[in-house]
């Protein structure tokens, strides 16, 4: 079973920056595809960026992309996500999760995902 754990969120002014990271444990991190979501204020969850299981492929959210570039190292079992240009509607909740039985696709549903991180706080002030 995999584990996820968030760190990286915090308080960024408008247009400044920030890196999530999310480590896992368990074996065989290189067999999940991975994905990032978020939940903003009051909302649903919301897929943000997805990463296929080698690296290869990417997948981003119209609302954030060209803004934001998801990386996975599978030696050391993390993903990130780089965050740039932030914006104060970016302030949300964002997840870690992964999905184990797509081998291909790249998912953008919560239900597809069998693992979730806690979350950590993203807050951009404007």
């Known amino acids: 079973q995999v584990q996820l754990v968030e760190s990286g969120g915090g308080l960024v002014q408008a247009g400044g920056s920030l890196r999530l990271s999310c480590a896992t444990s368990?074996?065989?991190?290189?067999?999940?595809?991975m994905a990032w979501f978020r939940q903003l204020p009051g909302k649903e969850r919301e897929f943000v960026a997805g990463?296929?299981?080698?690296?290869?492929?990417?997948y981003y959210s119209d609302s954030m992309k060209g803004r934001i570039t998801i990386s996975r190292d599978n030696a050391k079992n993390t993903v990130d996500l780089q965050m740039n240009s932030l914006k104060p509607e970016d302030t949300a909740v964002y997840y870690c999760?992964?999905?184990?039985?797509?081998?291909?696709?790249?998912?953008?549903?919560?239900?597809?995902?069998?693992?979730w991180g806690q979350g950590t706080q993203v807050t951009v002030s404007s």
């Open positions: 368990g074996l065989s991190f290189s067999v999940y595809t």
């Open positions: 999760a992964a999905d184990y039985r797509r081998r291909f696709l790249i998912s953008s549903t919560t239900t597809d995902y069998d693992s």
């Open positions: 990463i296929s299981r080698n690296g290869a492929n990417t």
